[in-house]
């Protein structure tokens, strides 16, 4: 008997407050430079409702800095529009009435529309994809973890430099990072969770490394070291499989380093 299709789940990631970010920032910005304000929606104060678009643009086009109800069949790449980055709160909705997509390779998990329903407010380490969880959970440790990582530095600089250098120059051969886990990020529809977290990563161990008094070279490292560790988080169940592709998860995340983070399955 054949299988059923799995439901199509539509998501919309708001700010903070709850309120829809624009769908084009350049605009936003150029808008909010002449002093206009810019319309959005509060999903937080409509959950079970179905609400309109304000100030809807013409189909499918972005001709205005927040066009249409834009939503996401893939959550791993609902953070690549989003203005300020995280943190988010994502809400599943319901498109409703005539929908639209820009079409092309690029853009099969996008869907717009000028009407939704708005169904429930989910977790939002969900925008990261079914690892979310992993990944919110390592970047929480990271500033503990750059503070160890500087203390070990100092504590025996010479040998820790050799040690880290010997792990970077096996991450750029292998491209573990670069070519890996961001191919394998492709392919899964994780890439905007992916930069996201490299970004969220990198940002992490350098302020909490150079608060502990590193200097610039080992921070740089920390950085380096921090985003291989998510992306090996993020990708964990992309990169597993023979001994070739364990190495690379390895590297990504730090094993020739002694680090002591947890590396859940």
């Known amino acids: 008997m054949a299988r059923s299709a799995r439901p199509v789940v539509h998501y919309m990631a708001t700010r903070p407050d709850g309120t829809v970010p624009p769908t084009d920032n350049y605009l936003a910005r150029y808008y909010s430079g002449l002093g206009e304000t810019i319309p959005t929606v509060n999903l937080a104060d409509h959950v079970g409702e179905t609400i309109d678009h ?20 893939r959550p791993g790449e609902i953070l690549e529009r989003i203005e300020d980055g995280w943190p988010i709160r994502l809400f599943v909705v319901e498109p409703l009435g005539e929908t639209g ?17 708005v169904v429930e407010e989910t977790d939002s380490w969900r925008a990261f994809g079914h690892r979310g969880e992993q990944v919110l959970a390592i970047l929480a440790q990271l500033p503990d973890l750059a503070r160890q990582w500087a203390t070990e530095w ?28 961001f191919c394998r990020a492709q392919h899964s529809r994780r890439e905007a969770a992916l930069q996201a977290a490299n970004e969220l990563a990198g940002d992490a161990a350098a302020q909490a490394a150079t608060a502990a008094g590193a200097d610039p070279h080992a921070v740089a490292l920390f950085q380096l070291r921090a985003r291989c560790l998510v992306a090996g988080q993020l990708m964990f169940d992309r990169i597993r499989s023979g001994e070739y592709e364990q190495s690379i998860r390895g590297l990504l995340l730090g094993a020739a380093l002694d680090t002591r983070a947890p590396v859940p399955a």
């Open 154 to 181: 100092a504590a025996d600089p010479e040998g820790t430099r050799r040690t880290y250098k010997e792990w970077e120059t096996r991450v750029d051969r292998t491209r573990a990072l670069t070519s890996w886990a």
């Open 54 to 73: 304000p100030s809807p643009g013409q189909k499918w086009y972005t001709d205005k800095p927040f066009s249409y109800f834009h939503m996401y069949t």
């Open 101 to 117: 997509n820009w079409g092309g390779h690029y853009y099969p998990y996008w869907l717009m529309s000028q009407q939704i329903r």
